[in-house]
């Protein structure tokens, strides 16, 4: 039982671990995607003599770089923390005939919320971005046939804005099919998740018809939390209607 001990406390110090890099990973990942759009404009203004002091150190290249490498990096974070948690519902699923307490089986809902909340947010910061880069993209191939519409004096321009607008389709349509692959990700991990959360109530529900003192004691809890409400209300309605008289006097 010691070593059953020594090993849940590893698994919850390395979640902890796990999610205060996650945690940190998403900030800068947030700020990154603000960021973003601003980098872009100031790629896309004409270039000036000298740069200011208030334009951004990274260009866009460096900024969709650091968007794929920041992006790899959550994603294996939330791997190494899915299959910590994994272990934790292994763990209470060995020792089920040991009767897990409460404090455990709260404590390993807590790290599945924290995940599912983790990932969702990265993956409507992830869409959020690419959605911006592919939006800044085609106004960026927009412009530039606006400008070599108005440049060129050839016979083929007809042709060749026939062409790019065919372009224009295809990204489209990946742009598509890229936020329909997102969608299907989400909903498969979100399925996945609703299983999880399954078999943990049932688990619940099977321990506390095994043990009816659980009941009993959940019982007295409420019983006291409902006199403890009574009695702060009449406390309350005392004190109201000695307000009410002193003031009429």
């Known amino acids: 039982m010691a070593d059953m001990g ?14 205060n890099e996650i945690d940190l990973k998403l900030v800068s990942f947030s700020k990154l995607g603000t960021n973003y759009s601003t980098h872009r404009d100031v790629d896309s203004s004409p270039p000036t003599e000298q740069p200011s002091d208030t334009s951004p150190l990274l260009n866009r290249t460096s900024s969709e770089h650091m968007f794929d490498t ?27 005939h040991s009767s897990p307490s409460a404090a455990l089986l709260h404590t390993l809902q807590r790290h599945r919320d924290i995940l599912q909340d983790y990932t969702h947010e990265f993956q409507k910061t992830r869409a959020n971005i690419t959605a911006l880069r592919e939006r800044e993209d085609l106004l960026g191939s927009v412009r530039r046939e606006i400008n070599t519409y108005k440049n ?37 991990n979100m399925a996945g998740q609703n299983k999880v959360l399954t078999s943990i109530t049932q688990r619940l529900n099977s321990l506390a018809n095994r043990f009816p003192l659980i009941n009993s004691l959940v019982q007295r809890i409420n019983l006291r939390k409902r006199r403890d409400s009574i009695i702060l209300g009449g406390v309350i309605a005392t004190c109201v209607i000695l307000l009410i008289l002193y003031s009429f006097h």
């Open 6 to 19: 020594n090993l849940w406390e590893d698994l919850r110090k390395q979640a902890r671990q796990l999610e």
């Open 70 to 96: 920041m992006a790899m990096e959550i994603e294996q974070l939330l791997s190494k923390l899915t299959q910590v948690n994994d272990r934790m519902v292994e763990y209470t699923q060995n020792i089920s």
């Open 152 to 188: 060129s004096t050839g016979l083929n321009r007809r042709s060749d804005l026939y062409l790019k607008e065919n372009d224009h389709i295809r990204n489209s349509e990946r742009l598509v099919d890229e936020q329909i692959s997102i969608a299907i990700a989400t909903k498969e």
